[in-house]
């Protein structure tokens, strides 16, 4: 089993990056006997992040917030997707053969026009930049969101159709979700998004997130009433950072009523302070040699350059633009 995914540089990662997709990096890179390839995905980022400080700061935070999360380079190769430029050569081939009606349907493109986000090349064509991210490495398994399980079939779609007429190329991967990733609610109670703006950053400074926290708005319902956590923003958060005994004794005090939302997230917030308190401290110790960080992405695109290198090459020779 080889698994890959990337991670896009579009700002502080959040919860529902972290428990959506960079906690299953984290198992994959245990369970991966062939390896596992993770990359920050800056092409991709290009798509809404326009100013080029930006860019390279978010690229060089989102590999120390990997590594400060438990990404191990001795176990997992990490690099930073423009290092290896095989993948864009192998996208083109790949767009050659896709059909505008495939895209079209892709949910996520649908999903970010009915929000106003606007439209464009880059954004229209992103599953078929995400199927050769995946077809480079020979991924058999992909940690996604439930609501990246389509791309997953785009990528398959788009292999199988390559293989059809030019022959066996392509290893046919398949999509790994993890129970919980599609049910990281954003403190408005919609997916947390940083397109939505209702995020809740991983390394947030205590004091600040602690009062976003305090914020997020509840229902209007009487304090003495119970109360059914199935749904709360407040308790679906609470069950990602809290233990089990905190749990058992908040969803015995839904049920009983008498209470204010207040307390729970006060609740919510020493749960968070104390959930993340290791992973900032180890984040500082990263931060502080920036220089070691960018030495564990140069030696992680040379390992995957090679094996993007020889899946590029099989392509070229199959569909016949090399070899002549």
């Not at 996208?91 to 349907?105: D, I, N, S």
């Not at 209007?220 to 958060?237: C, I, N, Q, T, W």
């Amino acid at each position: 089993m080889r698994a890959l995914s990337g991670i896009q540089p579009t700002g502080p990662f959040h919860w529902g990056n972290y428990f959506g997709a960079i906690q299953q990096y984290i198992q994959l890179q245990d369970e991966c006997d062939d390896g596992s390839f993770y990359f920050i995905a800056n092409l991709h980022a290009l798509t809404t992040v326009r100013e080029k400080e930006r860019l390279l700061e978010f690229t060089l935070n989102g590999a120390i917030d990997l590594l400060a999360l438990g990404l191990d380079p001795n176990k997992a190769v990490l690099f930073v997707q423009s290092d290896v430029p095989e993948v864009s050569e192998l996208c083109w081939l790949l767009l050659t053969g896709t059909p505008m009606g495939l895209l079209e349907r892709c949910v996520s493109y649908k999903d970010k026009l009915a929000k106003g986000i606007k439209a464009d090349a880059g954004l229209f064509t992103y599953p078929v930049l995400q199927a050769a991210d995946i077809l480079a490495y020979d991924a058999t398994v992909v940690p996604v969101g439930e609501d990246q399980l389509q791309h997953i079939e785009v990528c398959r779609d788009l292999a199988q159709s390559f293989n059809h007429h030019f022959g066996e190329t392509f290893v046919l991967p398949k999509g790994k979700v993890l129970d919980q990733s599609a049910r990281v609610p954003g403190t408005d109670g919609e997916k947390m998004s940083k397109s939505y703006n209702n995020t809740l950053a991983v390394f947030d400074d205590v004091k600040p997130q602690r009062k976003q926290i305090m914020r997020i708005q509840t229902d209007s319902r009487p304090m003495e009433d119970p109360k059914d956590p199935a749904g709360d923003v407040l308790f679906d958060l609470l069950k990602l950072v809290a233990n089990d005994e905190e749990l058992a004794e908040w969803s015995a005090t839904y049920a009983r009523g008498g209470f204010g939302y207040g307390d729970v997230k006060k609740a919510l917030a020493d749960a968070s302070e104390r959930y993340w308190g290791p992973a900032r401290e180890r984040r500082a110790e990263w931060a502080a040699k920036p220089d070691e960080v960018r030495e564990i992405l140069a030696a992680g695109a040379a390992k995957a350059r090679e094996r993007a290198a020889a899946t590029l090459k099989r392509a070229h020779e199959a569909c016949g633009v090399k070899g002549y």
